[in-house]
């Protein structure tokens, strides 16, 4: 499809072919993963009950009208969902910074002898934990149950942000961090001043990961949240979308469905062009190992 | 992932080597101890919930009657374990499991590694920024909002419903009902959601390939499929075999969570995985803490077990391992 620019350079049959192909799929890869998005935003602007006699992918809202949106709007439990959420990611994603900068920091040091120890014990529990019941018991005993918190605490910090952090660390040179302790610097000082605006893009990346998980959680809130005044928002949208055809659930059009799945994700989808650099370069910093 | 990449250099406090343990272990605490000062929460954190939790695999030994707590429940030995493997359900739920699993190896994993060929050969530059913006996107949507949409696309009035039938004739009917999709939407919307994200690191594993082994190639006479066959693919290998070790090590960890929201009593037959099925006994039907415990207990087992097999594996064939 897209030609070569170069003049002189005569490109055979069969590589234009492959050439030619490998555009087409691109395209319909991109129409596969656009059209249910867009089907889901022609019907959020769409009539109620012209979308409930209609079937099929709607690519052009039928009837065009914001009712939908008026009702979604008007829905308390969304705005407190929103609410909540919005406290725990902010919450919850800085004390997940604050202890996984600290951790990473006490990991990648040699100079103490439990180090060995420590590091064994981070990442083993990445590969063995001990389940959903013991866990849900412990955070019960803890007294975290029915709490915010248990969306916060128990999940303060994720190993494999932790590693990323860490490899971050130990690639920042020895010498800098030496030469400040010569200078009297204390760690916090040397993890504030020296350490951490070096590792500033894998810091960025580690606190989108953690803000997208609160974002997204919803069955430790499941698990753990009783009252609906406390409820996240995704559980809310549990509600609206997952359980609104069953009895749990409160009946609600398709159309108000559509608004508010555009409601809740059109904010990250915003976010998203900003924030799409540091989660490539993240992906990259944890998983290329050499 | 560099689990344990943390080789700087030797410790310099080998000199204290021939004394007990004790007695280096109290000179280092007392040089260091503002960094055992600042891990202190840390460890504490650990140790509560994550280490808290693996000392409670116990209750899976016994009758754990909460009121009681651990000290004062009756142990019982094997038996959730051996009740387990007798269930009428555990076969099934084997199946299921190891179904989605392989049907994710098989399909999603390699998926990913061929849209991020197919986006390297693009020629213009802009076409592939252009796929790749478009194909992260669905990784930004959360799992509940996802089986929103699901259920409405494959709903008996629904879009992928209507036009399966319009293109094969496929019967209408509202798909999350009937066993026999299940697996389908679940591979089909997985790929959906991660073919983009999960492409990222070959892409740039691809960008890393050295161009002077495809001017040689080309010099060697071999055309676009022969080096991408005995180039890139290469190249990718070590990315790869990293991916697939992490990718197996999930396995039984089949996303439940996506499970959980798309499935209903009339798909269990084909839906229900270890991991729904030790929620269900643990919090909704027929709730027993203990044997609840010993299903996930033997699930967590089968999880390091495959890590730790797959990963010797790997070193021995491949070289690349992730410890």
């Known amino acids: 499809m897209k030609k070569n620019k170069g003049p002189a350079i005569r490109i055979p049959l069969g590589e234009r072919i492959f050439y030619a192909a490998d555009n087409v799929l691109m395209v319909i890869l991109c129409v596969c993963i656009l059209v249910p998005l867009l089907h889901v935003l022609a019907g959020s602007f769409s009539d109620g009950t012209a979308y409930m006699t209609h079937s099929g992918l709607l690519l052009w809202p039928l009837k065009p009208t914001t009712a939908a949106y008026a009702s979604v709007l008007g829905n308390k439990d969304i705005w407190t969902g929103y609410g909540n959420t919005l406290f725990i990611v902010v919450v919850g994603t800085g004390l997940d910074m604050l202890f996984t900068l600290v951790a990473a920091y006490v990991l990648s040091r040699r100079e103490y002898m439990l180090k060995k120890l420590f590091n064994l014990l981070v990442v083993f529990s990445m590969y063995f934990s001990g389940g959903m019941i013991p866990f849900f018991l412990v955070v019960k005993e803890v007294g975290l149950y029915k709490s915010t918190w248990a969306l916060i605490i128990p999940s303060l910090v994720n190993v494999f942000n932790l590693v990323i952090l860490r490899t971050a660390m130990l690639g920042v040179p020895d010498s800098l961090e030496e030469s400040a302790q010569l200078d009297g610097a204390g760690h916090l000082t040397i993890l504030f001043r020296i350490i951490f605006p070096l590792v500033l893009p894998s810091f960025a990346v580690v606190s989108l990961y953690y803000a997208v998980s609160h974002w997204n959680s919803w069955f430790n809130a499941m698990l753990f949240i009783k009252e609906r005044s406390k409820y996240p928002l995704q559980l809310i949208l549990r509600e609206i979308l997952i359980l609104s055809d069953t009895d749990e659930g409160m009946m609600m059009s398709e159309t108000i469905q559509f608004a508010t799945i555009v409601v809740a994700t059109v904010p990250i989808l915003c976010a998203y062009p900003f924030i799409q650099r540091y989660f490539v370069k993240g992906v990259m910093v944890g998983a290329v190992k050499g | ?323």
């Open chain 2, 1 to 323: 992932m560099s689990i344990s990449a943390e080789k700087r250099a030797p410790v310099p406090a080998a000199q204290a080597r021939r004394k007990p343990f004790g007695a280096r272990f109290k000179r280092d605490l007392r040089k260091n101890w503002k960094l055992y000062l600042l891990f202190l929460p840390i460890l504490c954190y650990f140790l509560v919930f994550k280490y808290g939790p693996m000392a409670g695999l116990v209750i899976s030994f016994q009758n754990f009657k909460p009121a009681k707590g651990i000290g004062g429940s009756a142990w019982v030995g094997m038996k959730h374990f051996q009740d387990f493997f007798r269930d009428p359900y555990f076969r099934r739920l084997i199946v299921n499991t190891f179904r989605i699993a392989l049907s994710t190896l098989v399909f999603s994993f390699p998926s990913a590694i061929v849209l991020a060929l197919l986006i390297n050969e693009l020629r213009s530059k802009k076409t592939s920024r252009v796929v790749q913006t478009i194909s992260y996107v669905p990784h930004f949507i959360s799992t509940v909002v996802l089986c929103g949409i699901i259920r409405d696309l494959v709903s008996r009035t629904g879009g992928v419903t209507m036009l399966l039938h319009q293109l094969f004739g496929m019967p209408v009917t509202n798909m999350l009902y009937e066993p026999g999709y299940f697996v389908p939407i679940y591979i089909v919307s997985d790929i959906w959601t991660n073919i983009g994200w999960n492409s990222i690191v070959y892409l740039s594993a691809l960008t890393a390939i050295d161009q002077e082994l495809y001017e040689a190639a080309k010099v060697d006479g071999a055309n676009k499929w022969h080096q991408i066959i005995h180039v890139t693919i290469p190249c990718l290998v070590p990315t790869i075999v990293i991916m697939f070790i992490l990718k197996v090590g999930k396995m039984f960890d089949v996303g439940y969570e996506k499970i959980m929201l798309l499935y209903t009593p009339l798909t269990y037959e084909t839906a229900d995985v270890i991991n729904t099925y030790v929620y269900r006994r643990g919090f909704a039907e027929n709730v027993n803490y203990s044997y609840s415990t010993a299903v996930g207990f033997f699930n967590s087992v089968v999880c390091f077990t495959l890590v730790f097999v797959t990963n010797k594996l790997s070193r021995r064939l491949s070289g690349s391992s992730l410890w």
